[in-house]
């Protein structure tokens, strides 16, 4: 497994339907590699394509055409080879709730073919911080939980590749905070992590690569710091309470401003002007804000921008 490629794949086409009236093409053609050692963001908005893709590396949903390739061995003639690779971390959080989360990792390791002595079960539940649950009946975990015990259960074939779709879906800040902690501790024992999501800013946080695609098509490719520069972009929209202000400090932060009777919109680049700049302008202006809302770039908007372009 010398390479350093974990993913690559070729024209990849997938047409649910083919020759039906319900023809629909959810892939068109896509090609893209995954490095060894990333956390590679797949993103784009619902029925992008995003899980028929995964599924299609899960060998879930079979391909129309393309080819597949799992560090350099061919998906079509090596597939349980390839398999052995992947740990699939599902979207829907389905576990048995009459078992305890050690013996929903033993049962798999079991359905995995792992042999009794090369099982890891206390060592990947303390990697997700379980360990204290493990002897717990799933129904009584949360959410979070229940999210890490579905990452466990992928990992108990010791597979080099994880595959996570919409990790974050449906969970509140805090726990997300604790998600993408788990998922960079993983990515560090030196796994490689895939990742499917429609917010931005969690593939900004979490990602060194990504691709975005739309209705099937890959519309844009690269690292991270290529999105930063998408969403390098908020909006502040101000409503003034004062009726004598002087607007010359905030004409000399140089940025895009408009101003409609008592409604001040301003429109920067965070990676140019932090916030408090913007505070204190509006304090030397003499502006008394009576409400105040911060709008972020959304992924709506890249795909606009990027299908624009
Ligand atoms: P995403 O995961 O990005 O939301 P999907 O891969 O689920 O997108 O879906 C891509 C497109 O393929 C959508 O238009 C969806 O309706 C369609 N699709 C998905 N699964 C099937 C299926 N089993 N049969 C027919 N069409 C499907």
Known sequence: ??????????????????????????????????????????????????????????????????????????????????????????QELNIDPFFTPYELLEIQAGLFGVPKNNRRTDEILKLLALEDKSEAYARTLSGGMRRRLLIAKAMVHDPEILILDEPTAGVDVELRANLWANIK?????????????????????????????????????????????LIDRKQIIISIDSKNFNLEPIIRLDVEFKLNNNTLIINYKPSEIRFNQILDALRSSNIQVKDLTINETKLEDVFLKLTKN
């Open 1 to 90: 497994m010398s390479s350093d490629v974990a993913i690559s794949v070729r024209d990849l086409n997938k047409i649910y339907g083919l020759g039906s009236k319900n023809e629909k093409v959810a892939l068109n053609n896509i090609s893209l590699q995954v490095n060894k050692g990333s956390i590679f963001g797949l993103l784009g908005p619902n029925g992008a394509g995003k899980s028929t893709f995964i599924n299609i590396l899960a060998d879930l949903v079979r391909k129309s055409s393309g080819n597949i390739d799992i560090f350099g061995m061919s998906q079509d003639e090596r597939l349980k080879d390839v398999k052995k690779l992947m740990g699939i971390v599902p």
């Open 185 to 229: 501790k993983l990515n560090k024992e030196g796994k490689t992590i895939i990742i499917t999501t429609h917010y931005l800013h969690e593939a900004e946080e979490l990602c060194n690569e990504i691709a975005i695609i739309d209705n099937g098509n890959l519309i844009k490719k690269g690292t991270t710091s290529n999105i930063k520069s």
